[in-house]
C-alpha cells in the first residue's frame, strides 16, 4: 500500500512550456485535491475532484488544468507556466463516499518541488 | 470567508504540555475541526479532528469549546519531533481552507 504517490519530485520549467504533475493514490479514494505551498504560508487549494469525472475549482485554479478519468489517478496540468507558479505542489485524498468530506482525513503526497524561470 | 486564526509561532520545552489554540468563529453546525502538521520538506500530516465533544488519539487530545468556536490541540509531552507547523483547517463544502498555521519550536 504505497498511500499517495507524486511524481516527479523535482522540476525546472522555462517560462511558456507545459507540463503534467502526477499523482496517484492505491486507497480507493474518491476524493483527490491539489494544493499549492509557497514560502511560510500555508496551503492554498488549486483544484479538488469527488469521484471520477468530476472536477472543480478551489481557491487559486488560474493556470492549471485537471481531469479524473479514474478513481486512482488526478493529473495538474500547467498549460504554460510562469514563474508566480514556482511553488511546492501537494495532492491529497480522502474516502469521502461515506457521508460529508470532513469526517474522514486526508492523506497527503510528499511533494513536487517546481521552479519556473 | 470562513477561516481560522491561529497564533503564528510557539515554543515549549521538551516533556511539557503544549496546547495550540485555533479560533473559528464562522464553523457551520456539522463541519469537523482537522488539525494536521507538517514537518520540514515533507507533505502535512493528520493529527486528530472531531466534531463537538473533546477527541484522543496517540498524537494528541482535541479540546472543543463548547460553542464550537476554537478549540485546542493538545500535545501532552511535547518532543523534539513534534517542532512542526501545526493547522487548523475547516472544511467547507469538499474544500480544505488552510491558515498559515503556528510554527511550535521545542526546546531541548
Known amino acids: 500500500n504505497a498511500g499517495v504517490t507524486q511524481t516527479p519530485k523535482f522540476q525546472v520549467l522555462k517560462t511558456g512550456q507545459s507540463m503534467t504533475l502526477q499523482c496517484a493514490q492505491d486507497?480507493?479514494?474518491?476524493?483527490m485535491s491539489w494544493y499549492r505551498q509557497d514560502p511560510g504560508m500555508g496551503l492554498r487549494l488549486i483544484h479538488y475532484?469527488?469521484?471520477?469525472?468530476?472536477?472543480d475549482q478551489g481557491e487559486v485554479p488560474n493556470g492549471y488544468n485537471v481531469s479524473r478519468s479514474t478513481t486512482e489517478d488526478f493529473p495538474l496540468r500547467l498549460l504554460s507556466a510562469a514563474p508566480s507558479q514556482t511553488s511546492v505542489y501537494f495532492c491529497?485524498?480522502?474516502?469521502?463516499?461515506?457521508?460529508?468530506?470532513?469526517?474522514?482525513?486526508?492523506?497527503f503526497g510528499s511533494g513536487t518541488q517546481l521552479s519556473v524561470l | 470567508d470562513a477561516k481560522t486564526t491561529q497564533p503564528n509561532s510557539m515554543e515549549s520545552n521538551e516533556e511539557e504540555p503544549v496546547h495550540l489554540p485555533c479560533n473559528h468563529s464562522?464553523?457551520?453546525?456539522?463541519?469537523?475541526i482537522h488539525w494536521y502538521r507538517q514537518l520540514p520538506s515533507q507533505g502535512p500530516e493528520y493529527v486528530i479532528h472531531?466534531?463537538?465533544s473533546n477527541v484522543n488519539n496517540r498524537m494528541a487530545s482535541l479540546a472543543i469549546a463548547e460553542d464550537r468556536k476554537s478549540s485546542t490541540l493538545i500535545l501532552h509531552r511535547a518532543t523534539l519531533r513534534d517542532a512542526a507547523v501545526y493547522y487548523c483547517i475547516l472544511i467547507i463544502t469538499d474544500k480544505l481552507i488552510f491558515g498559515t498555521g503556528t510554527r511550535l519550536q521545542v526546546f531541548p
Open positions: 491529497a485524498s480522502s474516502y469521502s463516499s461515506r457521508g460529508p468530506l470532513s469526517r474522514e482525513k486526508l492523506f
Open positions: 464562522t464553523i457551520s453546525g456539522t463541519d469537523y
Open positions: 475532484s469527488v469521484g471520477a469525472g468530476i472536477t
Open positions: 472531531g466534531l463537538t
Open positions: 486507497m480507493n479514494h474518491e476524493y
